[in-house]
Nanobody
Framework: QVQVMESGGGSVQAGGSLRLSCVAS????????MGWFRQAPGKEREGVAA???????IYADSVKGRFIISKDNAKNTLYLQMNSLKPEDTAMYYC???????????????WGQGTQVTVSS
């Protein structure tokens, strides 16, 4: 089993920055691949960024050049640095982990509870 817990959400004005964190614990083999997803009210959950155990990073077109995914293996922590935030980035953000490489598809086995990000214009 794997547990993941997000933190770092909040309210920010457009153009601002936030950094989300996700602490993971449990079976290491089941969290080789990790990603960030978001879901706005009335919309489907969408992939934002993913990172593979060997370092490959994947980004949704909507966040390329603005968001950066990274991880600190020593701290078992995944990060999402969000810059130049826009009102359309407002959503609940979720961290996910799996032993399979799902990329930006929301098919990961293990999910956190989410952290809210609100961007005002």
């Amino acid at each position: 089993q794997v547990q993941v817990m997000e933190s770092g959400g909040g309210s920010v004005q457009a153009g601002g920055s936030l950094r989300l964190s996700c602490v993971a614990s449990g079976d290491t083999d089941s969290r080789h691949f990790m990603g960030w997803f978001r879901q706005a009210p009335g919309k489907e959950r969408e992939g934002v960024a993913a990172i593979y155990t060997y370092g490959l990073e994947i980004y949704a077109d909507s966040v390329k050049g603005r968001f950066i995914i990274s991880k600190d293996n020593a701290k078992n922590t995944l990060y999402l640095q969000m810059n130049s935030l826009k009102p359309e980035d407002t959503a609940m953000y979720y961290c996910a982990a799996d032993r399979s490489a799902w990329g930006l598809m929301p098919r990961y086995n293990f999910w956190g509870q989410g952290t809210q990000v609100t961007v005002s214009s």
